[in-house]
Every structure is written in structure tokens, then in C-alpha cells.
């Protein structure tokens, strides 16, 4: 009799290349169930680090998505946003700019290069 296939699709095991690459974003949650979150593996989301996480994401994510931009000066919104995106996302590199409704769930995990335009998608 053989062993039946294994059709989990959590990886079995933490990703050290992936934990090496978070070490340098912005906001990452400390602890072992992040760690085998963005490793693939399964994980717990209800631990207090991920859920505190997850309400700051949103609430950034309400901050960059709701700007007033009456209040700023039309030459200013993208150098705003950007301030905004960088406090939301691990990375933003020079004149990145994503165009609202932007909702990410942890936002960390989020790494944009030079340069880069993320037009809006359509809401169902």
C-alpha cells in the first residue's frame, strides 16, 4: 500500500530566506506566528501581535486612503502620500505612489521599488 500524497498547501517548514528578507521592512510584527505566516506555513492570526498589526495596518490604510487632498497643495499630494505609504508598507522606494482605495491586510509585507505607479482597481 503506498502513502497517499501530501496536498496541504502550508509549507512544512519557516523560510529563512524569506525571514531574511522581512528584517528590513518597516513594521514587521515581532514572533513566531508572523514568522510562519510570511514563511507559508499555518499559523494562528488571533495572536495579539498579528491582530495589533492588522489594526494599525487599517488604520494607516484609512489615513493614506482618506486624504483630504483640498488641504494639500496639488504639487505636494504625491510627496504626502508617499510619507503616508512609508509608514504603511515595509518599503516605498523614490516617487512611488498608489492610487487609493489601497487596503492591505498587514501592510509589512508590502515592498515597492523606484518609480512605481499602482493605478486604482474597480470596486464590485
Given amino acids: 500500500m503506498s502513502t497517499p500524497p501530501n496536498y496541504s498547501l502550508a509549507a512544512p517548514a519557516k523560510r529563512p530566506e524569506i525571514l531574511a528578507l522581512a528584517q528590513d521592512l518597516n513594521g514587521t510584527p515581532a514572533g513566531e506566528e508572523y514568522e510562519k505566516m510570511i514563511s507559508g506555513m499555518m499559523y494562528d492570526p488571533t495572536v495579539p501581535a498579528l491582530l495589533e498589526a492588522r489594526h494599525l495596518a487599517r488604520g494607516l490604510a484609512a489615513a493614506y486612503n482618506n486624504l ?6 496639488f504639487e505636494k499630494i504625491g510627496e504626502v502620500r508617499l510619507q503616508l505609504l512609508r509608514k504603511l508598507v515595509g518599503k516605498a522606494g523614490h516617487k512611488t505612489f498608489v492610487e487609493p482605495p489601497f487596503r492591505p491586510d498587514y501592510g509589512c ?16
Fill in 68 to 73: 483630504d487632498t483640498t488641504t494639500v497643495p
Fill in 109 to 124: 509585507n508590502i515592498s515597492f521599488g523606484r518609480e512605481v505607479f499602482v493605478n486604482f482597481g474597480r470596486l464590485s
